[in-house]
């Protein structure tokens, strides 16, 4: 993510989406729920079956999208 990138993204979440405390509370445990997610796959794909399961990896996109986060290419 660009620092433009980065600035537009802050700018949405500060001014745009009006979320209070408790909203900006969930979204940041659901990103660290799909930190952890992504990483136990990352972790599955590198050192145990070369092969992530796609299932659960289609499930950390549609949490991807949920949460508005872009995927990168």
């Given amino acids: 993510?660009?620092?433009?990138?980065?600035?537009?993204?802050?700018n949405y979440h500060m001014y745009t989406t009006c979320e209070g405390i408790a909203e900006h509370a969930e979204r940041i445990v659901a990103l660290e729920e799909l930190c952890a997610d992504m990483?136990?796959?990352?972790?599955?794909?590198?050192?145990?079956?070369?092969?992530?399961?796609?299932?659960?990896?289609?499930?950390?996109a549609d949490r991807m999208d949920e949460l508005g986060i872009?995927?990168?290419q």
């Fill in 39 to 60: 990483w136990r796959l990352l972790y599955h794909w590198l050192f145990r079956a070369k092969e992530v399961p796609y299932d659960e990896l289609n499930a950390v």
């Fill in 1 to 10: 993510m660009t620092d433009e990138e980065r600035k537009t993204r802050i």
């Fill in 70 to 72: 872009p995927r990168g």
